[in-house]
Nanobody, 121 residues
Framework: VQLQASGGGLVQPGGSLRLSCTAS????????MGWYRQGSGKPRELVAA???????NYLDSVKGRFTISRDNAKNTVYLQMNDLKPEDTAVYYC????????????????WGQGTLVTVSS
């Protein structure tokens, strides 16, 4: 299954965006999905991840502001981002995850093009 992230753009601080991750095939059997981001000159970091069973993992700095969700019927995973801050500026990527115990990590080392989010006034 190939994944395509979209929905990025330019938004003012305090604004909202919803990113979409559309799969080329069914995601019904995929247990865990996640969103990473990489700011300019920064390492890639896990922003949010969730299993189909409801386990979630959020980066501390986005807790209470970002929400990950999925719509299996549309083969799409979403990242709702509210109260955006300049430090949220990054390219955002979606990926299939592996969740084992307290560990979350990407299943594949392939990131696609991502979608750019710029938070600026």
């Amino acid at each position: 299954v190939q994944l395509q992230a979209s929905g990025g753009g330019l938004v003012q601080p305090g604004g909202s965006l919803r990113l979409s991750c559309t799969a080329s095939g069914s995601i019904f059997s995929i247990n865990a999905m996640g969103w990473y981001r990489q700011g300019s000159g920064k390492p890639r970091e896990l922003v949010a991840a969730a299993t189909s069973g409801g386990d979630t993992n959020y980066l501390d700095s986005v807790k209470g502001r970002f929400t990950i969700s999925r719509d299996n019927a549309k083969n799409t995973v979403y990242l709702q981002m509210n109260d955006l801050k300049p430090e949220d500026t990054a390219v955002y990527y979606c990926t299939e995850m592996v969740h084992f115990g307290a560990s979350w990590y990407p299943k594949y080392d392939y990131w696609g093009q991502g979608t750019l989010v710029t938070v600026s006034s």
